[in-house]
């Protein structure tokens, strides 16, 4: 890239973080209420956007070869407990994160 194209890519990637930083402000601005639509996509997005990761982790995790997929599992199952003890999303990711990759590098 020249100096040129670079000066125009980062001026690029400024705007649109500017862009997307106050646009919804601009949208949806303090005194007036939040419209049902917005408010019922905030419920529902976070779980469907967390169903969608695990599809795509899993997607290409095989029952018929290499380790069947047991560190998967057991790794789903330490996110779930978690969770359902602490309640702490970031617990629960992290810690089956870390249970996976102990369990991919240690013991399969």
């Not at 670079?6 to 949806?28: D, E, H, K, Y």
């Not at 969770?83 to 089956?96: C, D, E, N, P, T």
Request: aromatic fraction near 10%; glycine fraction near 8%.
């Amino acid at each position: 890239m020249t100096v040129t194209e670079q000066i125009i890519t980062v001026a690029m990637v400024v705007l649109g973080t500017a862009v997307t930083r106050f646009l919804p402000f601009l949208i949806f601005p303090a005194g007036k209420p939040t419209p049902r639509y917005i408010q019922y996509l905030g419920k529902v997005l976070p779980a469907a956007v967390f169903g969608l990761l695990v599809i795509y982790c899993l997607r290409n995790v095989s029952v018929f070869t290499g380790s069947h997929g047991i560190p998967e599992m057991i790794a789903i199952l330490v996110v779930v407990v978690l969770h359902v003890w602490k309640r702490q999303m970031l617990l629960s990711i992290a810690g089956g994160t870390v249970c996976y990759m102990l369990l991919v590098q240690l013991v399969f």
